[in-house]
């Protein structure tokens, strides 16, 4: 499907500055105008679930051995609180959690090269 997409000439993909003329004519058929019109939306990342249970450990491996805890730039007992209080569902920490679990990758990567 990609590759037949990609040898559709521009002109049936864009028209008036609008995008995906083609395909929103084709699901003209099948979809209710009110899809075909709305603005365009993103998805979410089902990151609370994922740091409750597929990326549980994970997590708690990375961030308890970060180089910012043995640095002494985040405080061990603050990061197991926030990773306890998100697993017993008290507190929705999704947000930190990512961030600390990324800027950890991040200093891993490009300033240890590990």
């Given at each position: ?16 500055s ?24 993103g ?72």
């Amino acid at each position: 499907l990609m590759e037949f997409v990609a040898t559709i000439p521009t002109e049936y993909k864009i028209r008036h500055s609008k995008l995906k003329c083609i395909l929103k004519k084709m699901g003209k058929t099948w979809l209710p105008e009110k899809i075909l019109s709305r603005k365009k939306q993103g998805f979410g990342v089902p990151l609370r679930k994922w740091f409750r249970q597929e990326l549980r450990d994970m997590t708690q491996d990375i961030l308890y051995s970060s180089h910012f805890i043995r640095e002494g730039i985040f405080n061990h007992d603050a990061i197991r609180k926030i990773l306890e209080e998100h697993q017993n569902a008290k507190r929705d920490h999704q947000h930190r959690i990512w961030v600390l679990l990324n800027l950890e990758l991040w200093y891993r990567m490009f300033i240890k090269h590990e």
